[in-house]
Nanobody, 121 residues
Framework: QVQLVESGGGLVQPGGSLRLSCADS????????MAWYRQAPGKERELVAS???????NYADSVKGRFTIFRYNAENTVFLQMNSLKPEDTAVYYC???????????????WGQGTQVTVSS
């Protein structure tokens, strides 16, 4: 059973940086792909970034050049380095385990509890 636990959220000023972490504490098998989603108040959950076990990454246009996703496959751990943060990045960020096919990232129903990121002066 995959059990994802996130950490690293908080309050940061515009232009600042945060690093989110997500670890799978439950399973003993390799996860094909992992991703970060976010959900702002009143908005739908959106895919922010994904990464396969082979290191192929994809990003939402809104975060390209500012966010970096990376992972340690052996530990089923994924990180999201967020730089040049903007107020519109404010949201609850969720880690997800899934897979990847020709159409892109496919989420499984394995979610972390979420971590709040607030960008405000």
């Amino acid at each position: 059973q995959v059990q994802l636990v996130e950490s690293g959220g908080g309050l940061v000023q515009p232009g600042g940086s945060l690093r989110l972490s997500c670890a799978d504490s439950g399973s003993r098998f390799a996860i094909n792909a992992m991703a970060w989603y976010r959900q702002a108040p009143g908005k739908e959950r959106e895919l922010v970034a994904s990464i396969t076990s082979g290191g192929i990454t994809n990003y939402a246009d809104s975060v390209k050049g500012r966010f970096t996703i990376f992972r340690y496959n052996a530990e089923n751990t994924v990180f999201l380095q967020m730089n040049s943060l903007k107020p519109e990045d404010t949201a609850v960020y969720y880690c997800n385990a899934g897979t990847s096919n020709g159409a892109g990232y496919v989420s499984y129903n394995y979610w972390g509890q979420g971590t709040q990121v607030t960008v405000s002066s």
